[in-house]
């Protein structure tokens, strides 16, 4: 059985506070970081992928370098 879109996007939020906790960010970075990702995964990106894009900008060396050089 499919987890339903309610606990898809639980699972998000919780991986999202999870990682910003273990790179010790705050609170509100953290919920803007969910509100990101379930954006995101609403539209059709994975969880993962979401995640990564939402905290991208926030965690040292994930920065996303974008544009054609």
């Known amino acids: 059985m499919q ?3 309610e606990q898809r996007e639980f699972a998000l939020r919780r991986l999202i506070t999870v990682r910003a906790h273990k ?15 379930v954006r995101a995964m609403r539209a059709g990106d994975s969880a993962h992928r979401a995640a990564q894009a939402a905290l991208g900008p926030y ?3 994930t920065a996303q370098q974008g544009g054609a050089q």
Do not use: F, N
């Not at 790179?23 to 990702?37: E, F, Y």
């Open 23 to 37: 790179a010790r960010l705050g609170h509100d970075i953290a919920a803007r970081a969910q509100k990101v990702a």
């Open 3 to 5: 987890p339903t879109t």
């Open 59 to 61: 965690l040292p060396g």
